[in-house]
Every structure is written in structure tokens, then in C-alpha cells.
């Protein structure tokens, strides 16, 4: 089966990636290579936010987990714990590298790790059903371990949630 015009979307888009970008998102256009991982965990959060307004559910749980992988990440790059190449290539990998560089203890880290491991996956790939307090409490959780980690940072007058 082809379809002629999904080729030549997928064409344009392989284009649109290999381009210089131009029309760059909002704070995101910074030299320093921690920076984007914070505000990008920053805008997941604001989409998430106004997403959870509208009772899109199963994407405020998901931008909820990537925002807290992209704040950790930023955690990572900041102290020099990691370079952007390094970054973990595996979801409960960057918890691990969160406790070995101190961001959390032990604990914390395997707790958030399973959460993404049995319910992450659950409600993305499986059966696991998006409903109001699931986004809700993964929104809270998201929200306040931006804030824990950016208020132990140097640069959280970089953060765009203001």
C-alpha cells in the first residue's frame, strides 16, 4: 500500500528537519545547552496546563513525564553531570543518572522510574485509560518536581514559568 501524498509529507518533513531552522519556538533560541531542556520542560508544563482545561487527558500525562525527564535533563547538563551527546537514551535511565549526581536520593529515583515503567508505557502503548485525576496528579507531580529542581539551580531565573 502507498499513498503519493504521505511520501511527499514525509518528504517534506525529512526537508524541514534538515533545514536551519528559522521561525525558532519561544526561549528556546539560547546558546547554552542546558537551557533548552529547561524551557522546553517549561512550555510541556504551560501545554499541559491549558490542555488539562480542555479534558485532553492523555496528553497532559504525557507531557507531564517528558517534562520532568526534560527538567532533570536540564538538572544534568547544568551542574556538567553529562554533555548533550551523553544524554540517557532510556526513560528510567535518566532518574538513575539524577540519583548518582545527588538530584535525588536513591529512592526517589527508583519511584519515578517505575512510575514511567507502569504507567507511562501503560497509558501510551497498553490499555491503561487517561481520566481526570490521573492527568491531574501526574500535572501536580510534574509542576512540583520542576520547581524542586529548578529552585536548587544557578539558572532558575531562566525558567519560563513564571
Known sequence: MSSTRI???LADAQAAFDR???DIERGLDVSDAALPQLRKACRLLA???ALQEQGYYTLVIEASFV???RT?????LERGTMEPKDLPGTHPRVYREAASAGIFDESMAAALADLWRDHR???YYQDGLAAAERAETMYALATELHAFVVGRSSQGHECLCG
Open 7 to 9: 511520501e511527499q509529507l
Open 20 to 22: 536551519r531552522p528559522t
Open 47 to 49: 501545554g499541559a496546563e
Open 67 to 69: 517534562a520532568m525527564e
Open 72 to 76: 532533570v535533563e536540564f538538572r544534568l
Open 121 to 123: 508505557a501503560k497509558t
